[in-house]
């Protein structure tokens, strides 16, 4: 489950907490919990959905935990940094720069679109999923992803006149 998850977790937590050393002790503080409650294992119902959740969770407490010490310490600063390319065939297949451009424009998004798009389209969770993790609803995935896509089209120079299929509800 370590191998499976961690890098997934730790991109998720980064983008909530934005300093990699506190990103990789939020992820291994929520598998150590897990390892240590793992008699309730069986218990879960969505490990995936469970684990976002849980490196959500931790990622805000930390949050709130170095707010505290910066207002008291001063400190003002914090750190960015990209989140690694995926190592999918899609990604090998294309060009340095055409990924180098994909990239820059999904970094361009707003901060909870750019959120919601990556847990989508590079972790692979399903919209009920990523509602479940972040507490909202899967009509705000929808629009959010609606907002990447078209933001990444237009940042990426593609044409507004690709004929899209209609979508159509199944009874």
Not at 68 to 85: P, Y
Not at 117 to 142: H, M
């Amino acid at each position: 489950m370590y191998g499976v998850f961690y890098k997934r977790l730790y991109h998720f937590s980064l983008s909530l907490v934005r300093l990699p050393d506190t990103a990789q002790e939020v992820v291994e503080d929520v598998f150590t919990k897990l390892w240590i409650n793992r008699t309730r294992l069986t218990a879960i119902a969505n490990p995936s959905v469970y684990l976002y959740v849980a490196v959500k969770n931790q990622s805000l407490n930390r949050l709130s935990v170095k707010a505290r010490e910066w207002i008291f310490s001063g400190l003002d600063e914090t750190t960015t940094s990209v989140a690694a390319v995926g190592s999918d065939p899609l990604s090998q297949l294309m060009t340095a720069e055409m990924l180098s451009r994909v990239n820059h424009a999904i970094e361009q998004l707003p901060s909870r679109c750019k959120m919601i798009f990556k847990l989508v389209r590079e972790d692979g969770l399903r919209y009920k999923e990523v509602a479940e993790i972040l507490n909202i609803s899967v009509n705000t995935i929808d629009a959010q992803m609606a907002i990447a896509v078209r933001r990444i089209s237009e940042s990426l120079g593609i044409s507004k006149n690709i004929r899209q299929k209609p979508f159509v509800k199944k009874k």
